[in-house]
């Protein structure tokens, strides 16, 4: 994941879903990849059924960058591992954290990894620790400037450093596999990869994708309530939340977005973060940047970086939804 009637069928993924219509030249392929569902809808000009490649493309996205499997690339570059080589996917994903993390001011960082692991978000599913001793320790490790590529070996310059790209991967594979359709004369395609969405031309009722944005209620079943419905064409879009992510104790909610600064879980009013770029990779990472920032700071960035648009979704004093929009967010319909 407006002014026409999209009722007919309803996929529900993330906190995003998407609507087509009737099936005429078009393949649908569901599964699952990178701990989530992904679905993909695409208009085969040859009547070509492009699964198997698309399932491999996928297979050895996650070989390069899954912190769930233990010898993927990824995993082993955080094992200090000195015989794991850089791939191209590895690659373009480090290189775009860099280059958004210098544009967040250092919001976006994917040497958090060690914290989010001590919150019990991570990928060694540990249980939540709240010494603060533990967490200032683990913070020396924290710091893009701590890791840079050399040819094509990942260089740290501390062991301890370690990288969770989980806030950028599922975009840059929504990516991946819209390449490979656009290579192969497929002109319209829904990718959807975790709510992570790349979408061009319409579906096979001629229609333009629409996308549902979730209302960020804790115990909703995601696309059950809308909060918003917008068109995408030629574009990525990424939502990110705070309300299902999370565990409450001792009366206290932890979040599962980290302040790099601090080590301890964001607390502030921001609920989802839906931005819309060019490429899915970026809609990912930013959409990551606005829910660790807060409203305030997420609005002063996005009038910063007029090639994304974005629909925040805030609660005020009295607990009520309220939204901000960028400008070229006009297509938007809100709902209640």
């Known amino acids: 994941m407006k002014k026409v009637v999209i009722l007919i069928v309803v996929v529900l993924v993330g906190s995003l879903f998407f609507l087509f219509g009737h ?24 009547k070509n059924n492009y699964e198997k490649e698309i399932v491999q493309l996928l297979h050895d996205f996650n070989a ?81 400037e701590k890791i840079h590529i050399e040819g094509n070996r990942a260089i740290k310059d501390l062991p301890g450093v370690m990288l969770d790209v989980n806030a950028i991967a599922k975009g840059y594979s929504s990516d991946v596999v819209a390449d490979f359709l656009r290579r192969k004369g497929c002109r319209n395609y829904l990718i959807n990869i975790g709510g992570e969405i790349v979408a061009r031309g319409v579906n096979d009722s001629s229609k333009v994708w629409r996308i549902g944005v979730d209302r960020p209620d804790d115990n909703a079943v ?63 990472a930013w959409a990551t940047v606005c829910m660790a920032s807060g409203l305030n700071k997420s609005i002063e960035l996005l009038g910063r970086h007029p090639e994304l648009e974005g629909l925040l979704i805030y609660s005020d004093k009295a607990g009520n939804y309220k939204v901000y929009l960028t400008n070229g967010m006009q297509d938007v319909i809100l709902l209640e």
């Open 64 to 144: 390069s960058l899954s912190t769930y499997i233990s010898n993927s690339l990824i995993s082993r570059i955080n094992q200090n591992d000195s015989t794991a080589v850089v791939d191209d996917y590895f690659r373009i994903v480090f290189d775009k954290s860099v280059e958004i993390n210098k544009a967040s001011g250092g919001i976006f960082d994917i040497t958090i990894a060690p914290i989010v692991n001590l919150w019990g978000f991570g990928f060694t599913h540990e249980t939540p620790d709240f010494d603060p001793g533990k967490i200032d320790s683990l913070l020396q490790f924290v710091g893009m």
């Open 23 to 46: 099936r005429g030249k078009y393949f649908t392929h569901v599964g699952f990849t990178e701990g989530t569902i992904y679905k993909i809808v695409y208009e085969s000009p040859k």
């Open 222 to 284: 995601p696309g059950e309530a809308l909060k918003a419905v917008m068109p995408l064409n030629n574009k990525a879009l990424a939502t990110s939340g705070n309300y299902r992510r999370f565990f409450e104790m001792e009366g206290m909610r932890y979040a599962h977005t980290i302040d790099v600064k601090t080590g301890y879980p964001v607390r502030h009013n921001l609920l989802s973060a839906t931005i819309i770029a060019e490429d899915c990779m970026t809609a990912d």
